[in-house]
């Protein structure tokens, strides 16, 4: 089990950057795939990215690819979300998620979450 806290939401122009970032407490935290997923209100919570335990492999849904990164710092403990060429329809509560893999980039298979991290994009 790990711990997870997400930071870094905010309000954001259409067009713009943000990078959120999220904390995870727990020996596990190398050993596991990190994942970020999203919320829009009325809407199922979707897959954005997951990054391996290496980080050597990596994976964004077709809506991002291109304009968001995922990357890791085990060291750290850490793991974040580079978003550029943010777009109205990017609004949404943001979450971090753990699994021993990334595998079906299903919500279902991530069993720690964070609280959430909201960012809205404005037009």
């Known amino acids: 089990q790990v711990q997870l806290v997400e930071s870094g939401g905010g309000l954001v122009q259409a067009g713009g950057s943000l990078r959120l970032s999220c904390a995870a407490s727990?020996?596990?935290?190398?050993?596991?795939?990190m994942g970020w997923f999203r919320q829009a209100p009325g809407k199922e919570r979707e897959f954005v990215a997951c990054?391996?335990?290496?980080?050597?492999?990596?994976f964004h849904a077709d809506s991002v690819k291109g304009r968001f990164t995922i990357a890791r710092d085990n060291a750290k403990n850490t793991v974040s979300l580079q978003m550029n060429s943010l777009k109205p329809e990017d609004t949404a509560v943001y979450y971090c998620?753990?699994?021993?893999?990334?595998?079906?980039?299903?919500?279902?298979?991530?069993?720690?979450w964070g609280q959430g991290t909201q960012v809205t994009v404005s037009s």
């Open positions: 990054i391996t335990w290496s980080g050597r492999s990596t």
């Open positions: 998620a753990a699994a021993y893999l990334c595998g079906t980039l299903s919500a279902k298979d991530f069993g720690s």
């Open positions: 727990g020996r596990a935290f190398s050993n596991m795939s």
